[in-house]
């Protein structure tokens, strides 16, 4: 079955421990990205990968690192976790810029 | 980055069509309008997409203006499940920002 797997799905945490959020795709896409949610801001792009070794920053990159040292997998990295970073995490991935997204479940995270 | 507008919501009733409207008056010729939709507590769900022609799919019907200036999502009859945000957004070919508005919440009423 074609998917994308975020795990965990939910995560508390405290200010300035690391975190790492994986995210899966089992599709052999080219294109990866994270967005986070908050309520009355929508979804709002951190980060996107056009290939392995390939990233670029979405609309708000500031608190988060990615890698993309497999097709396959795109992690989240929060080196320094803050409570603004308090939100919704979603994976997303697509053979190409301009094809159907499929989404992961998402990760919610509470950062206190 | 070429961005979309649409209404903060709309209701229909059950078993009726549903027009969801959305405006890019900035879109460039390499965008692909993309439509997805989320419901509640889960991730968003691909819709439809077009460029320039009309499109029909399972879910629904892309209608496209002459000028790629607006376009509107139609579902021929909407039911209790399509009650969700419905997102408009231009993607391209070429790898780049994705860039979503707030999106249309769309009520169904029995």
């Known amino acids: 079955e074609a998917q994308v797997t975020q795990n965990p799905r939910y995560l508390i945490t405290v200010t300035g421990k690391k975190l790492t959020v994986t995210c899966s795709q089992n599709m052999n896409h080219e294109y990866m990205s994270w967005y986070r949610q908050d309520p009355g801001l929508g979804l709002r792009q951190i980060y996107y990968s056009m290939n392995v070794e390939v990233t670029d920053k979405g609309d708000v990159p500031e608190g988060y690192k990615v890698s993309r040292k497999e097709k396959r997998n795109f992690p989240l990295i929060l080196e320094s976790p803050s409570p603004n970073q308090t939100s919704l995490y979603f994976c997303a991935s697509s053979p190409t810029g301009a094809t159907e997204a499929f989404f992961g479940q998402g990760t919610r995270l509470t950062v206190v | 980055d070429a961005k979309t507008t649409q209404p903060n919501s709309m209701e229909s009733n059950e078993e009726e069509p549903v027009h969801l409207p959305c405006n890019h008056s900035?879109?460039?010729?390499?965008?692909?309008i993309h439509w997805y939709r989320q419901l509640p507590s889960q991730g968003p769900e691909y819709v439809i997409h077009g460029l320039t022609s009309n499109v029909n799919n399972r879910m629904a019907s892309l209608a496209i203006a002459e000028d790629r200036k607006s376009s509107t999502l139609i579902l021929h009859r909407a039911t209790l499940r399509d009650a969700a945000v419905y997102y408009c957004i231009l993607r391209k070919t070429s790898y780049d920002k994705v860039i979503f508005g707030p999106g249309t919440s769309l009520s169904v009423i029995p």
């Open positions: 900035t879109i460039s010729g390499t965008d692909y």
